[in-house]
């Protein structure tokens, strides 16, 4: 797929709040700082269009990215940010569980994992909650340019044979580098073909 245009379109800190409109949305979302609006960005080919950070919990809102004027990119607050203390986690919690279960525009959830680390609790945990409320979802592996490749499949395959303890079916999922553009190829052509089944 070429993008030809993305444009930031609004930051909400409501779901009732986003735009009314039928357009499809494909979200990210994930621990804080694993790399949801630097994706966004690669994906897009511009730079500054989600902002991005080295501290964790940059992302507060619900931010809407038209794309092509045809379906929107969605990215999400981080989940499991603990340094913002209990009620700020509740608040966001509830920003992005009410997205999750209440936007019917939402076609895709995109749930990245940093593809250096061992399955953690707080995903395997958002894993329960999606399936547990019927929303299904892909993984998308973040910072794979962090590791060499034979370490990327060997945490994959870890990953996997974890998911496949409690799922009968695995989830697709990618493998991604938002610094190396891995993965960008991968990603839009799977949008695309879900766009054109809508
Ligand atoms: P929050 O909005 O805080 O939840 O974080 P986020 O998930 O949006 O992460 P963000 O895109 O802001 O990236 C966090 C940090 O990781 C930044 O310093 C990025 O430059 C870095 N980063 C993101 N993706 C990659 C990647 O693919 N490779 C490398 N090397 N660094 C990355
Ligand atoms: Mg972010």
Redesign the pocket.
Known sequence: MIIKSAEFKCSNPRVDMCPQTDLPEYAFI??????????IN?LTERNKL??????????MLINHFLINKEWYLV?L??YG?AQRGKKEMEKLWNLISHYVLDREQLTCLFV?IDIRHEPQKKDLEFFTFLGENGVPFSIVF?????QSNSKNSLNVQRYLDVLKEQWEELPPYFV?????RKGRDELLEYIEQINKSL
Do not use: C
């Open positions: 994930g621990r804080s700082n694993v790399g949801k609006s630097s994706l690669m989600a902002m991005t950070s080295s501290t964790p919990g940059k992302t990215d607050p981080g940010y990245l973040t910072k794979a340019d962090k991604t580098s938002s610094t190396a």
